[in-house]
């Protein structure tokens, strides 16, 4: 009797750094995805993007262990993208150096990586890559086109206005004050993690916050600041999506305005994370559903997290949705999975799966 042959192991490719300002996030995501990643299941790839657009391939985990910016080290080599009649393939500028794989994981927080940017250009090559498409990513990254999607399918958001830099001098605090009221927030259009947001209760901190804003994108977001609880759902699938059991995140009110980019990264004490939220299971369902139809409307694949406000009066309201999520060992997405029975390292093995399984489909498509 023939001894069965060994199952393949997967080629991943793990895309992380960028030239956004979460640069510094992405590569503590991506080195927990690689620590996740069974080696007896995948061969594993790191492709490190720098601030400034270089692509080099790292030639081990060393490259990941210092969580500041990728570098051209003496480990990395540039590299470039071609397809051979067996998939694509990493050609390294060191020949020797050249591999194969399946799949890309793109752990690119931010613009030029969750914005539908790299998903085109794989997309056009031709390659398996886990999360959202080009519509769902471009559509959830842009703050203002995506609470415009969602109004239109009668989803609550809060009330906001958007200003592009071209108009910058049009608008007043005196405007924005008898529109949305005090205080607002005043965040970048095309950004996550909190990088570029201000907290404004008057004219002189809303003209800071537009400056500080408008330094990261041209067209930034003003919302009405909303008293409520910050809950968070995670969304897993392709054309049948799951709901994860909610969190809800508790702010350290005492030593942070509002949950910064200092209070989830710098402050190891700067929010409590309750998973599971103390909601009733009425509020769990209304979540959930929720979730699913915000996931659903922006066109959105493989993976999401869906921030929510719950008022005191009950009614809830979608903050945004991330398409990219974090993977750092603070973030809620796969802590939320791992709340709701999917360990890390499954989280991961079906990310991947669903993102061959939607290649496979849309192969056969006309």
Not at 222 to 239: K, S, T, W
Request: glycine content about 8%; proline content about 4%; charged content about 25%.
């Amino acid at each position: 009797m023939k001894k069965k042959a060994r199952s393949k192991k997967i080629r991943v490719a793990i895309l992380y750094g960028g030239q956004s300002a979460e640069h510094e996030v992405s590569i503590v995501s991506a080195r927990n995805i690689y620590a996740a990643l069974d080696k007896k299941k995948y061969i594993v790839s790191l492709i490190g993007i720098t601030k400034e657009g270089r692509w080099y391939l790292q030639d081990d985990i060393l490259a990941l262990e210092d969580s500041g910016r990728i570098q051209r080290a003496s480990r990395a080599t540039n590299i470039a993208l071609i397809l051979s009649g067996q998939g694509p393939v990493i050609h390294s500028d060191t020949a020797v150096n050249c591999r194969e794989f399946d799949v890309v994981f793109p752990v690119l927080h931010g613009p030029f990586g969750e914005d539908g940017t790299v998903q085109g250009f794989l997309k056009l090559a031709g390659i398996p890559f886990v999360g959202s498409g080009v519509l769902g990513s471009a559509v959830g990254m842009d703050k203002d086109v995506m609470k415009r999607l969602l109004r239109e399918a009668h989803i609550p958001v809060a009330r906001s206005l958007t200003v592009e830099s071209r108009n910058r001098s049009r608008v007043s605090f005196a405007k924005v004050k008898q529109a949305l009221g005090t205080p607002v927030f005043v965040k970048p259009a095309n950004l996550g993690s909190s990088v570029g947001i201000s907290k404004a209760r008057d004219k002189k901190e809303f003209e800071a916050a537009l400056t500080k804003a408008f330094a990261f994108d041209t067209k930034v977001l003003i919302e009405e600041y909303i008293d409520g609880r910050e809950i968070e759902c995670a969304v897993l699938g392709n054309e049948h999506p799951e709901a994860s059991i909610p969190g809800e995140i508790i702010p350290d009110t005492a030593k942070h305005d509002f949950y910064s980019y200092e209070a989830k990264y710098s402050d190891a004490n700067g929010a409590v994370l309750v998973i599971p939220a103390k909601l009733t299971k009425a509020e769990v369902k209304k979540v959930q559903s929720l979730a699913l139809q915000t996931f659903a409307v922006l066109g959105c694949e493989g993976m999401a997290r869906v921030d929510f406000f719950l008022k005191k009066d009950g009614s809830l309201l979608v903050n945004e949705i991330n398409t990219i999520p974090g993977f750092t060992s603070i973030s809620m997405y796969p802590k939320l999975w791992e709340a709701s029975g999917i360990p890390y390292g499954e989280l991961i093995d079906r990310l991947i799966a669903l993102a061959i399984e939607r290649f496979k489909k849309e192969s056969h498509l006309k």
